[in-house]
């Protein structure tokens, strides 16, 4: 578990300083959730959505909701581990430092 919220925590500050978190980009990333949700919805998406919704609390209050949706923690948490990157490979836009992917695109 341990492991788990450490690659999370590393992947999320990687993420941000690659694409700052602002109040607007935390709504428009919820909106983009719901959006996703609402043309497929899972509840993988559902967990998405909080996840999304909990990042934008965070950033509102500092109240770590995020971390209640646990199932995209532990999938970003893993893709980190695995490429460095949260993103998934389709959705990866190949431009944080960490990201290994970013080095197989060139």
Avoid at 54 to 78: D, N
Wanted: contains cysteine; glycine residues 2%.
């Amino acid at each position: 578990m341990i492991k788990i919220i450490y690659n999370y925590n590393t992947g999320m500050a990687a993420y941000d300083q690659c694409h700052p978190p602002t109040i607007n980009s935390q709504w428009q990333a919820f909106k983009s959730e719901f959006d996703e949700f609402i043309e497929e919805p899972s509840i993988d998406e559902a967990w998405d959505i909080l996840h999304s919704f909990g990042r934008l609390i965070w950033k509102l209050t500092k109240i770590p909701l995020h971390l209640l949706a646990f199932p995209t923690v532990y999938k970003h948490s893993q893709r980190f581990a695995e490429y460095g990157c949260i993103r998934s490979q389709r959705n990866c836009e190949f431009s944080c430092i960490n990201c290994t992917l970013n080095q197989s695109s060139n």
